[in-house]
């Protein structure tokens, strides 16, 4: 998606993140309380609309959202609290250029995470559904998904995040995981990001079967 514009959200994408909360909590990549999803509904100046901290992601409603500006901060009072990793996602939009930004938390992403943390990534190539990223055109090809500490310096890991997700040519470019936590994945808009998720979320799930099977 570099270079790409990012489209603004619809009015109907509140909906959809609710769609999509259902979904992913009904595939077990969102349970509980874990998970955070946002999209931009605004450019100049820029404002998201993105999950409050501490909601089912199986069971939203249209209250459980709230809209911050480029800083992560509410843009109105009386809402719900934001998610505490909003900085991640502001960062992302800002930096990398995306529409939307999801957060999944599968059990395949948290034990690969672990698995290869030390390492930093985690190398993926030979696989027909590297094709739903954006930009891969052949499964003749090998994608990095880097891992990064779990930390609660959210502010901390934006700018180190951040030259690594921006520019022409970035380091980071479908995704990252946390390592023990999820991951990180944006679009152009909510259609490409939730692509995004399925897409990497398959693959992990490749991964954690062929160790079992080793």
Known sequence: MAGAPALVAT??????LIGIGREFHGRSWSL???SNYSVVTRRDPLELTITGSGFDKGRLS??????VD??????SSGGPKPSAETLLHALLVRAAGAG????????CATVLSELHASAGRISISGYEMLKGLAGVTTHETSVDIAIVPNTQDIARLAA???????GPAPEIRHGF????????TWGRDLAEARR???????????LARKRQLQ
């Not at 249209?62 to 809209?67: G, I």
């Not at 995004?196 to 490749?206: A, K, N, P, Q």
């Open 62 to 67: 249209a209250a459980d959202f709230v809209v």
């Open 196 to 206: 995004h998720v399925e897409v990497l979320e398959f693959l992990f799930e490749v």
């Open 70 to 75: 480029a800083n992560g901060r509410p843009v």
């Open 100 to 107: 939307a930004v999801l957060h999944t938390h599968s059990i």
């Open 160 to 166: 180190e995040l951040e030259p690594r997700v921006s």
């Open 177 to 184: 995981l946390m390592a023990g936590h999820g991951l990180y």
């Open 11 to 16: 009015p109907d994408s509140v909906s959809e």
């Open 32 to 34: 509980g309380t874990s």
